[in-house]
């Protein structure tokens, strides 16, 4: 099992952030994939999920900027911020579940929020 | 949503000591997960479904608690166990996780 975060290092504020999560040794149609992320020196914040049928549920602090996608043919999940703030700036982690809790982790994406 | 209150948020302990970290939930949860992370590495499931250990983590490690009351403990502190150390709850949408426990070697 294997996943791997992918996006841009450095996006400015008021833009949008795209991430995409490649997974391997798995199959996106059987097990979930979630979104985490953590700001520099700081703890652990759960954004979100597409569930198996294609609803999704989202951070409510998060809601009305998120959005998550995936193409299972493809093996990705994707991840959409827009309007990016300061406070935005974080490592993202695409993270899949086993033993139920969160038990494969990607490396973590830095993304800098600045002008 | 449920939030989770570790504490202490720091603790150091000397090789061979006892160490317990405890994570309280504002509401009850069935299960707590336990993840250690290290500086620069993405976390690691810990603990799971309160008390069990995946395959790799040393024995030393133990969970226990219920309703809202939680709490991971170290057996004899080693070296390699200096870490933060995060509790997690998914009894409800959205899963959340505590603030972290900085466990320091003293």
């Known amino acids: 099992v294997q996943l791997k975060e992918s996006g841009p290092g450095l996006v400015q504020p008021s833009q949008t952030l795209s991430l995409t999560c490649s997974v391997s040794g798995f199959s996106l149609t059987d097990y979930i994939v979630h979104w985490v992320r953590q700001p520099p020196g700081k703890g652990l914040e759960w954004m979100g999920v597409m569930w198996s049928g294609g609803t999704t549920t989202y951070n409510s602090a998060l809601k009305s900027r998120l959005t998550i996608t995936m193409d299972t043919s493809k093996s990705q999940v994707f991840l959409e911020i827009n309007s990016l703030q300061t406070e935005d700036t974080a490592i993202y982690y695409c993270t899949r579940a086993g033993y139920g809790g969160f038990a494969y982790w990607g490396q973590g994406t830095l993304v800098t929020v600045s002008s | 949503e449920i939030v989770l209150t570790q504490s202490p948020t720091t603790i150091a302990a000397s090789p061979g000591e006892k160490v317990t970290i405890t994570c309280r939930a504002s509401?009850?949860?069935?299960?707590m997960y336990w993840y250690q992370q290290k500086s620069g590495a993405s976390p690691k499931l810990w603990i799971y479904?309160?008390?069990k250990l995946p395959s790799g983590v040393p024995n030393r490690f133990s969970g226990s608690g219920s309703g809202t009351s939680y709490s991971l403990t170290v057996n004899t502190m080693e070296t390699e166990d200096a870490a933060t150390y995060y509790c997690?709850?998914?009894?409800?949408?959205?899963?959340?996780f505590g603030g972290g426990t900085k466990l320091e070697l003293k």
């Open positions: 509401s009850s949860v069935s299960y």
């Open positions: 997690q709850q998914w009894s409800s949408i959205p899963p959340t």
């Open positions: 479904d309160t008390s």
